[in-house]
């Protein structure tokens, strides 16, 4: 069974520059978490969808971040514009509904500089 | 003050050691805890879920105190291959559907 599927694994871009993070969930599992993840603030929630809607967004850091769930199948963050204190490696987890384990993907290392 | 708090090490220890680790967590309400192993370089993974009477799956064995809350871990007969980082996860409450990770305990188990 193929697991959270995330691309790009990485991406280097430069400050400024629009980034696209993508996300594809467990087949049937309805919640979708993005996680972002550095060594001094660890694994931070950033915004979950539940059957495709946003349910708690507090955690984006601000208007420089974005995120929308078109259908069951498909996430996306986006950032623009980019900072280099963007830097770090950000994880899309789902959940099914009748479960509390989330299951990660292999994250996106992303580098701004 | 942070949802969850753990001491991050790192724990170095000697293979066949015993280790345990500790993490505190601030909102009384929370209903669901678990371990989560992450490897270097790789995402999370679920260890095992924490529940009230205490569980244990082979070596590993977690307990949850409600009072103080704060749930732990232990390792017994540590292998090289637990070598990671483990953190600790909490939630949801009634107020709430989140769920809180702390930033982690490294160990390095060494031969």
């Known amino acids: 069974d193929a697991g959270v599927i995330q691309s790009p694994r990485h991406e280097v871009t430069e400050m400024g520059q629009e980034v696209t993070l993508r996300c594809k969930p467990i087949s049937g599992h309805n919640s979708l978490f993005w996680y972002r993840q550095t060594m001094m603030r660890g694994l931070e929630l950033l915004i979950y969808f539940n059957n495709n809607v946003p349910i708690d967004d507090s955690g984006m850091p601000e208007d420089r971040f974005s995120a929308k769930m078109p259908n069951a199948s498909f996430s996306t963050l986006k950032i623009q514009p980019s900072e280099p204190r963007d830097s770090a490696v950000y994880f899309c987890?789902?959940?099914?509904?009748?479960?509390?384990?989330?299951?990660f993907g292999p994250g996106t290392r992303l580098t701004v500089t | 003050r942070k949802e969850v708090e753990q001491d991050p090490g790192p724990f170095n220890v000697p293979e066949g050691a015993t280790v345990a680790f500790n993490c505190t967590y601030s909102?009384?309400?929370?209903?669901?805890f678990f371990w989560y192993r992450q490897d270097c370089r790789k995402e999370p993974k679920l260890l095992m879920s924490v529940y009230s009477s205490g569980n244990e799956d082979g070596r590993f064995t977690a307990q949850l105190n409600r009072a103080s809350q704060y749930i732990s871990l232990l390792i017994r007969d540590s292998k090289l291959s637990d070598s990671a980082t483990y953190l600790c996860?909490?939630?949801?409450?009634?107020?709430?559907?989140?769920?809180?990770f702390g930033t982690g305990t490294s160990l390095t188990v060494i031969p």
């Open positions: 909102n009384s309400a929370s209903q669901s």
């Open positions: 987890a789902s959940r099914p509904e009748s479960g509390y384990e989330q299951y």
């Open positions: 996860v909490v939630g949801p409450s009634n107020t709430g559907n989140q769920f809180y």
